[in-house]
């Protein structure tokens, strides 16, 4: 059982920068993938940014020059350093990770909220 707990959600003006964290119950170094997701209300969980136990990340366009995704295996964290946001942004943000042994899990944190206003 893995436990996410994020922090550093808020309120931010376009253009503006945000660094989400995301602290992991166990060592980050048994975890596979961690990463973010976004959903807003009525909307598909979508995958934000993601990063293998090799350091490999993976964005999709949407994001892709505007957000960074790191992990820090000795905190135990993952973080998602967000700039040059828009209100497209704004939406509530999801921790995940991912254990692949001995069967695929994958693990949820609470959610914070991002809102991208003037």
């Known amino acids: 059982q893995v436990q996410l707990v994020e922090s550093g959600g808020g309120l931010v003006q376009p253009g503006g920068s945000l660094r989400l964290s995301c602290a992991a119950s166990k060592s980050s170094f048994s975890i596979d993938f961690m990463g973010w997701f976004r959903q807003a209300p009525g909307k598909e969980r979508e995958l934000v940014a993601s990063?293998?136990?090799?350091?490999?990340?993976n964005y999709p366009d949407t994001v892709k020059g505007r957000f960074t995704i790191s992990r820090d295996d000795i905190k135990n964290t993952v973080y998602l350093q967000m700039n040059s946001l828009k209100p497209d942004d704004t939406d509530v943000y999801y921790c995940?990770?991912?254990?692949?042994?001995?069967?695929?899990?994958?693990?949820w944190g609470q959610g914070t909220q991002v809102t991208v206003s003037s």
């Open positions: 995940w990770a991912r254990t692949a042994w001995p069967l695929i899990r994958d693990f």
């Open positions: 990063i293998g136990k090799d350091g490999t990340t």
